[in-house]
């Protein structure tokens, strides 16, 4: 990876150069925050101070402000795994391409990702940018076509148990016709679909697969590896992110998602 996409703690302007590279590049890595020989309060609360600058961190639950704004991603354990509905945060493996929060009104700016410890195995990130998913869509008759329907039809994105007991389901566009925005999460978007059948034309459905599956063979996805301590800042609202495929039971990252 390019060193330019790695920006140092130390920086003065640190906050101005996150905001210029994430929005070019999609990704920075800011190295060097020296957070790893605190207690879990404490480095959270620095987390949270300096992620501050960047924007409104999200709240999930409304009560302790710490616990409810960062989340381990980790493996939780075998007897958890087995009685639970986990997500792709809760598991080792890979995860496939999506954007965080594709399944609440309004999707959040930034996601980031501070590096407790990384796996010894894989575990990397792979970042796509929803414009060249426009570009390559535009090369051709096809793909013009299932743009056009990406871009002008709602489709139904189904909560996961985890984010909302309550499991309902959340309308919007994939793609936008205005701007790089995307709204993607392929489980949940197929799920919504088979409860909304009659609502979902065929065209709708295969302008889906044909993204799906455009997506998962691009060619222009990034990958990238962080170090312990690192903080890793996602464009959320113009990208996919991802990880490839470890079996590290010890990998853990702490998460969370930033509006603007």
């Known amino acids: 990876m390019s060193r330019n996409f790695i920006l140092f ?44 600058q960047l924007g409104k961190l999200t709240n999930h639950k409304n009560d302790d402000e710490l616990k409810s704004t960062f989340w381990d991603i980790k493996y939780r354990g075998d007897d958890y795994a087995s009685n639970n509905d986990i997500t792709f945060s809760e598991d080792v493996g890979e995860c496939p391409l999506h954007s965080d929060s594709s399944f609440s009104e309004n999707p959040e700016q930034y ?66 016709a205005n701007t790089p925005m995307i709204r993607f999460r392929d489980d949940c978007l197929y799920k919504g679909i088979s409860e909304n059948q009659e609502k979902v034309t065929q065209e709708m459905l295969d302008a889906l697969d044909y993204l799906v599956n455009l997506i998962k063979n691009s060619n222009d996805i990034q990958e990238f590896s962080a170090q312990d301590d690192d903080l890793i800042i996602v464009d959320n609202a113009n990208g996919l992110h991802a990880r490839t495929d470890y079996t590290d039971k010890s990998r853990h990252y702490i998460r969370a998602r930033i509006s603007i």
């Open 9 to 52: 703690a130390t920086s003065n302007d640190i906050v101005a150069e996150i905001r210029k590279t994430v929005s070019n590049v999609g990704y920075c890595i800011v190295r060097g925050l020296n957070l790893g020989n605190f207690g879990e309060t404490e480095r959270n609360q620095k987390l949270f101070d300096f992620l501050s």
């Open 111 to 176: 996601l980031v990702m501070y590096v407790v410890k990384t796996a010894n195995d894989g575990g990397n990130s792979l970042f796509l940018k929803s414009s060249d998913i426009v570009k390559e869509l535009s090369k051709t008759d096809i793909g013009s076509q299932y743009l056009h329907i990406l871009t002008n039809n709602q489709y139904p994105f189904k909560t996961p148990k985890s984010f909302d007991d309550k499991q309902g389901v959340i309308w919007g566009n994939i793609l936008s």
